[in-house]
């Protein structure tokens, strides 16, 4: 295992931050998955939103999808304004460019969760899969959040 790959896990394990280690600027393909929280719905039954911010080294990299095994299906979403609206719509392609980073938050792209496991609740944690195009899968734990504790709504 090289050492981009030890720090990354050790840092997911118990911060989801990757602050202090080194960066990994030469080499193979890789995306962190930085900040991955989620909020779950107000009423019961109703999707929870994730949020996380991607950055990528080495290559522009797509991320292809979000899964979760404490989830029955997770979507991958945008927000946008129409009509005077909020309206959410797939989001089609989600590229990270190399070097740069792409943010999943309130009020805009995020992870639709359908059917979480009733025992996922506020202050503990869900595992995230990310799936993406010319760079390795990353896992996280994910914060709960319950609704509401981030200002405005979905
Ligand atoms: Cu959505």
Do not use: K
């Not at 009509?83 to 460019?97: N, T």
């Not at 639709?112 to 990310?130: C, K, N, Q, S, Y």
């Amino acid at each position: 295992m090289d050492m981009r790959v030890t720090c990354f896990a050790a840092a997911a394990a118990l911060t989801l931050s990757l602050a202090g280690c080194d960066r990994p600027a030469t080499g193979e393909p890789v995306v962190e998955v930085e900040e991955a929280w989620v909020r779950l719905p107000a009423v019961p039954g109703r999707p929870a939103a994730g949020y996380f911010t991607l950055r990528a080294y080495n290559a522009d990299i797509r991320l292809v999808r979000v899964q979760s095994g404490d989830a029955e299906r997770v979507e991958l979403h945008d927000t946008r304004m129409e009509d005077g609206v909020m309206r959410m719509v797939p989001l089609d392609d989600a590229v990270i460019p190399q070097g740069r980073e792409l943010s999943f938050e309130p009020g805009g792209a995020h992870a639709m969760l359908f059917g979480v496991a009733d025992g996922v609740r506020p202050g503990g944690r869900i595992a995230l899969t990310f799936t993406f195009e010319g760079a390795p899968p990353v896992d996280v734990q994910a914060e709960v959040r319950a609704a509401g504790e981030d200002g405005h709504g979905h």
